[in-house]
């Protein structure tokens, strides 16, 4: 069940996951020229927009987005599209449909919605945490359909899309009995290690940065997470080494420099134990990507 909520600062859409929404296409655009403006058309289904590069200017009726990398737009059925500047960008796409009508309710400004078995609370717009991982299911999607079309399958990998979206968007609050002054911390250390992922991070450069022992940092960040801090560094470098191989052709000695490793083997060896498959069979694991030009 989808239902359009309606709260104090943008539209949302509540999404009954309980069965697979239904996929109508899927693709990557990439402007073909900083000139290019996005086609006036009349949308007859959902799409969802996720940016990889540049800049978007698209409006929905009498609303005006502007989208840069990492953010999304969830678009709805009956919505007058069209671009109203010219947009030097890339962006994923992701057409759906569901069987059931939007109901509007009204939710409280920058509240979290409750969360509710079998449902999923989208705002229209917003930023994402971790569009790499959001990137590579799509990618994992549009690979499916190259290899075997298959409805099913193709409906619930579009449906994951939505959840894994969802749970970026509204986390799971997860039941540390600490003080807000260590959650702070280990809230900014995350958002940190996010932010330089691309770079040649080391568990001494976040101890420094924020002023402290760098065992007692680790402790901390541990005992909090479950997962200590080098593991997470590496956990946050392999998904941006992911979303690279899956989205682009730059070659693996291009991407281990790109990830700050000063030799391509280092990177395939951290690379294969922390994936199971080397940086080339995940690759070509999802190599069929659909690229559209309109």
Request: proline share 4%; hydrophobic share 35%.
């Amino acid at each position: 069940m989808l239902e359009m909520v309606v709260d104090s600062y943008m539209i949302a859409y509540e999404l009954s996951v309980e069965n697979p929404v239904q996929l109508v296409m899927t693709g990557k655009f990439v402007a073909p020229s900083p000139e290019w403006i996005h086609l006036n058309r009349f949308l007859l289904d959902f799409e969802l927009i996720v940016m990889t590069h540049g800049t978007l200017y698209i409006a929905g009726d009498k609303d005006h987005f502007v989208l840069n990398k990492g953010d999304y737009l969830l678009q709805a059925p009956l919505t007058n599209q069209y671009g109203y500047k010219s947009s030097d960008c890339s962006f994923y796409w992701l057409h759906f449909t569901t069987k059931n009508e939007m109901i509007p309710r009204n939710i409280e400004e920058d509240d979290s919605p409750p969360r509710v078995e079998g449902k999923v609370v989208i705002p229209q717009q917003g930023t994402l945490t971790s569009p790499e991982k959001i990137i590579v299911i799509m990618k994992q999607l549009q690979d499916s359909i190259r290899c075997y079309n298959e409805k099913t399958l193709n409906d619930y990998m579009s449906t994951v899309i939505l959840c894994e979206l969802y749970n970026q968007l509204f986390p799971a609050k997860k039941d540390f009995d600490k003080t807000s002054k260590q959650m702070q911390l280990y809230n900014d250390i995350v958002d940190h290690i996010k932010w330089f992922r691309y770079e040649n991070l080391k568990v001494s450069d976040v101890a420094d940065y924020f002023g402290y022992n760098e065992k007692y940092l680790s402790h901390l960040f541990t005992t909090l997470s479950g997962v200590s801090l080098k593991q997470f560094i590496l956990q946050q470098k392999m998904e941006a080494a992911k979303f690279i191989l899956s989205d682009t052709n730059q070659n693996i000695n291009e991407v281990s420099m790109r990830l700050g490793y000063q030799d391509s083997h280092h990177f395939m060896k951290s690379f294969k134990k922390f994936v199971g498959l080397t940086p080339t069979e995940y690759r070509n694991a999802y190599s069929k990507r659909l690229l559209y030009y309109e």
